[in-house]
């Protein structure tokens, strides 16, 4: 099951993959892991319970733990057995997932997040920080009790990366640059980083030898690519109500990604007419963002994309040749197909 690539059509195809279905290996650890979320490591306090519970009562697909978690269980020895470890470190993996979009609806002054009210709207920017903050806090007691160096210096780096991603981000707005590589960076710094920190220290968690923990990270790395292209994908081609925010949102912001960079690139009138728009900033308005979209959608940006996407699926698919076949393996190789097909 793969992205449909018509030339007719502007969308991503429908998926027959339930996403809850895949992780049904590990169901019970992912309880285990919504148990851990709701309980607080550092201040149990009224109001930062009320606080925390703003935050995660949105749910979300919780894919990061996850994977983290069907990782571990692919590569354990024997199949399917994990540690209290992998539970910590799929916890620790989500607050840090959850603590940068705390900070991300800061940045962008976003309102509403998964249908729920961001902690910035509802409170302050000010809270809003501090509550990302607290969420890293938490992930530093997960992290600590973990106690395993390798393990520490990888999620160590995430954290650095995260924050690149960001500035590399805010200083990209509106600049024309056609730098595929430091498109490909950054998709590594916002998003596969935490995703391969989390296929990687789960092998490493179980000893695997190099070639597996290696694997294991080239399969999140790629994954997380993917997921990152197809996110830039949908700001195109998805519906404002499954988004939960405005398509074209990115071009709006002035956020150059893949869908409009293989337009940029031909040197066309197509071409022309969508520089002018980005470089006059006429793409804030909601005329000239639909404009750019139409340019993008009629000029051939999603079929590139999807192939660009596709790629990084593969290398990702190919990578759990490091491991024997398991259900959870095949989760995994899965889940490669759901996020091709995935419409929010």
Not at 36 to 57: A, H, R
Not at 187 to 196: G, N, Y
Not at 199 to 217: D, F, P, Y
Not at 270 to 288: D, F, P, Y
Request: charged letters at 20%; glycine letters at 6%; proline letters at 3%.
């Amino acid at each position: 099951m793969t992205i449909q690539q018509s030339p007719k059509s502007s969308a991503l195809a429908a998926s027959p993959l339930e996403l809850g279905d895949l992780l049904e290996p590990v169901k019970i650890e992912l309880e285990l892991v919504e148990e851990f979320l709701n309980s607080n490591l550092v201040d149990d306090s009224p109001f930062i319970v009320e606080l925390l519970g703003q935050v995660f009562k949105a749910g979300g697909k919780r894919l990061r733990p996850a994977l983290a978690l069907l990782s571990g269980k692919a590569s354990a020895t024997p199949k399917g057995e994990l540690s209290r470890l992998h539970i910590i470190q799929a916890v620790l993996t989500e607050l840090i997932h959850t603590a940068s979009l705390v900070h991300d609806d800061v940045i962008d002054n976003a309102s509403l997040r998964r249908g729920q009210e961001t902690v910035n709207r509802k409170w302050s920017d000010k809270l809003a920080v501090l509550t990302g903050d607290l969420l890293f806090a938490q992930a530093s007691v997960c992290l600590a009790r973990l106690m395993n160096p390798p393990v520490v210096g990888i999620y160590g780096q995430v954290l650095g990366d995260l924050c690149a991603g960001e500035i590399r981000q805010m200083r990209a707005q509106f600049v024309l640059s056609l730098d595929w590589d430091a498109y490909i960076q950054k998709s590594v710094w916002k998003t596969a980083s935490l995703f391969a920190a989390g296929t990687q220290s789960a092998a490493i968690l179980n000893r695997c030898n190099e070639t597996v923990v290696s694997g294991m990270k080239d399969y999140g790395m790629n994954l997380g690519i993917c997921f990152q292209i197809v996110d830039d994908l949908l700001d195109v081609t998805g519906q404002s109500l499954k988004l939960g925010k405005a398509a074209g949102s990115d071009l709006a912001q002035g956020l150059i990604t893949a869908p409009a960079m293989y337009i940029l690139e031909r040197r066309d009138e197509k071409s022309a007419k969508l520089e002018q728009l980005i470089r006059t900033r006429a793409v804030s308005t909601n005329e000239g963002t639909e404009e750019a979209l139409d340019i993008i959608r009629s000029g051939g940006g999603i079929e590139q994309t999807v192939a660009l996407a596709q790629r990084y699926a593969e290398q990702a698919r190919n990578a759990l040749s490091v491991i024997p076949p398991s259900e959870y393996r095949d989760s995994l190789d899965q889940i490669v197909d759901w996020l091709l097909t995935r419409t929010n």
